[in-house]
DNA sequence: TCTGGGGTCCTAGGACCC
DNA sequence: TCTGGGGTCCTAGGACCC
């Protein structure tokens, strides 16, 4: 195994995350094939061992699957976003016990990267074995774990680690010999390889690279040439050659909030509530990152798929004079932006809103002549603001026509959605004895 | 009837400046 | 006859990730 340096990561996930946390709450589940919906039900966004073994690609149209679900009896949830953010938070922090705070990295909500270059030590097979049996015990999760020299490496331990059940679902391979490597890597398609995605893999084939093998020992300049630098990292990556460290969590640069809706909206009305119900949430966001917006970004679709119908969709961001974390200001340019792109006789089917260009609370400049300058009463309200939805739910106060309980034709279908088992006392799971 | 949502990074090309 | 060139900033778009 290439293995030149002292660098070795972890990247442990757990598998068909959705799905077990559903499993976790609903044991009728487990061994039946499931699969969860992506918001509004529209595709398939997880799912079991089982459905996979039937051949159910991610991402597969739900209406599309209606004769796989009547045959093989396929259970199905609407996803529960509440539960497993929460889950999540129960995982990351048990990862978290086994190394410094500084060597994690949250990689997204069902993954998490170590830097062990801290523990040269610690036995990978162990560490690994070790991290697996503490999340299920304590939180009821199954794990993977992988461990390689680099990230990209942990990332295609762990992939192996997956495909081959013998292993138990832990792969060390900085351990691991030369001819056992190739015998894996010569065998699996670069498509496998974390940052190669479908364009990447056409191009790699056209080429004739077509395991991870042919990649790793494609000239690196070359491929340089041809994709730029971050195919170029990836090989040196699977060389055992680290490009790519742990990332510290920063505030995000951009925050969107967007939905399909539930049926089409057609009037300026129905979009106002849309895009201001989804500021809501992006501000929420926004000020739980403590940062201000310097541009607020709107958009509509039509639906893109329906040939017949006529396609628009229109884009526009305003800049504001002063960066601001005010959810009145930011919804009311949101509705400003709406106005200037919005056309009638059109068939809308998605909108969405961007805060971009945003800035620590602290460091925004003030404009002399700003509206925006300090007003002690409009930030008393906003954090009122902030600590009801903290305590209520972010869908009880809201700007505008947000959180409205009235005929909305723009929420989104949720046909099957799980309870906030963990989140929500209302909904605590209860036993019958 | 029905096809997700939220992010990041890189690159190319034009505008602009000196 | 001969009509600069390099740096930087911005934007749009493309690729990827889960």
Request: aromatic share 8%.
């Amino acid at each position: 195994m290439p293995y030149t340096s002292s660098s070795r990561f972890a990247l442990v996930d757990v598998n068909n995350f959705y799905v077990s946390c559903e499993r976790l709450f609903d044991p009728s589940l487990v061994g039946v094939p499931t699969v969860v919906l992506s918001n509004g039900d529209g595709c398939v966004v997880a799912r079991s061992p089982e459905v996979k073994a039937l051949g159910v690609p991610m991402g597969m149209p739900w209406h599309q699957m209606k004769d796989l679900v009547k045959q093989h009896g396929i259970q199905y949830r609407s996803s529960n976003y509440t539960l497993y953010g929460d889950m999540s938070r129960r995982v990351m922090s048990v990862i978290g016990q086994f190394v410094a705070e500084e060597d994690q990295e949250v990689y997204s909500i069902d993954e998490s990267f170590l830097d062990l270059a801290s523990y040269p030590h610690s036995d990978g097979q162990t560490l690994g074995r070790d991290i697996k049996q503490r999340v299920y015990q304590w939180c009821g999760l199954p794990v993977c774990v992988g461990i390689g020299a680099t990230k990209t490496l942990a990332k295609l331990a762990n992939h192996i680690a997956k495909k081959n059940p013998e292993l138990g679902g832990v792969l060390d391979l900085t351990a691991v010999n030369q001819d056992r490597f190739e015998g894996w890597t010569g065998a699996m398609d670069v498509s496998s390889v974390w940052g190669i995605g479908r364009k990447l893999t056409e191009h790699l084939h056209a080429m004739n690279l077509r395991t991870v093998s042919d990649l790793m020992k494609a000239e690196p300049k070359r491929l340089r040439e041809r994709f730029g630098v971050v195919v170029e990292r990836t090989a040196l990556e699977l060389r055992g050659i680290p490009c790519l460290g742990l990332d510290v969590v920063e505030p995000r640069q951009q925050i969107i909030a967007s939905r399909s809706f539930g049926g089409p909206v057609y009037t300026l009305d129905d979009l106002k509530a849309a895009v201001q119900t989804f500021m809501g949430r992006a501000v929420h966001k926004l000020r739980g990152q403590g940062s201000c917006a310097g541009q607020v970004r709107v958009w509509l679709e039509t639906n893109r798929f329906r040939a017949q119908d006529p396609q628009y969709h229109p884009a526009a961001g305003i800049k504001l004079p002063t960066p601001t974390d005010d959810g009145r200001v930011l919804s009311h340019v949101a509705s400003t932006v709406l106005e200037h792109i919005y056309r009638p006789g059109f068939r809308y089917t998605k909108a969405g809103v961007m805060l971009e260009e945003l800035v620590g609370v602290s460091e925004v400049q003030q404009d002399l002549f700003s509206v925006a300058t300090p007003n002690p009463k409009r930030h008393a309200l906003m954090s009122v603001l902030d600590h009801i939805q903290g305590k209520f739910g972010r869908e009880q106060v809201g700007v505008g026509h947000a959180g409205v309980k009235e005929r909305q034709v723009w929420t989104m279908r949720q046909s099957r959605l799980s309870p906030s088992y963990t989140t929500s006392w209302k909904q605590l799971l209860s036993v019958n004895a």
